[in-house]
């Protein structure tokens, strides 16, 4: 397997995860309106 992964690898993984698996709720937490802003920090 490559070392090549991103510093941050593991916690975007559980960003992607939260994403795919939780409701709005998830992401309103962090003050966020959309999947998509989150997803991008926007």
């Known amino acids: 397997m490559s070392d090549n992964k991103h510093e941050n690898y593991e ?3 559980l960003i992607g995860y939260g994403l795919a698996k939780f409701d709005m709720d998830f992401v309103n937490e962090f ?3 959309t ?3 989150f997803g991008t920090c926007q």
């Open 11 to 13: 916690l975007l993984n």
């Open 31 to 33: 003050g966020f309106k």
């Open 35 to 37: 999947k998509t802003a």
